[in-house]
């Protein structure tokens, strides 16, 4: 866990954000490595591949892996980057745990 300001240090936002790209990056590669298997197998499977149906499921691959690589590499930025320790809960001392 950071000590210091975490997202709100603009040093350490910075660092944290580039990282965040380049995981990015890295998942849109494979991304398209597996757009590109999809395309291939549903190719081979159907025989005659219309150029609509192909570029929809290649889109509808694409779009889904990326929204999921953001999302996981938010909560991991997150929780990284000591954002969730700061957050303020007001009704922290009102639950009881047992």
């Given at each position: 866990m950071r000590e210091d300001k975490g997202l709100d240090d603009p040093e350490y936002a910075a660092f944290?954000?580039?990282?965040?790209?380049?995981?990015?990056?890295?998942?849109a590669g494979a991304a398209l490595i597996a757009v590109a298997l999809a395309e291939l197998w549903l190719w081979w499977a159907m025989e005659k591949l219309d150029w609509f149906t192909a570029i929809?499921?290649?889109i509808g691959f694409f779009v889904t892996i990326m929204l999921t690589a953001a999302l996981m590499g938010l909560i991991f930025l997150s929780s990284g980057s000591g954002h969730d320790e700061q957050v303020h809960?007001?009704?922290?001392?009102?639950?009881?745990?047992?």
């Open positions: 944290a954000w580039a990282r965040f790209r380049r995981i990015l990056w890295w998942m929809a499921t290649g809960d007001p009704l922290k001392d009102e639950i009881e745990i047992d």
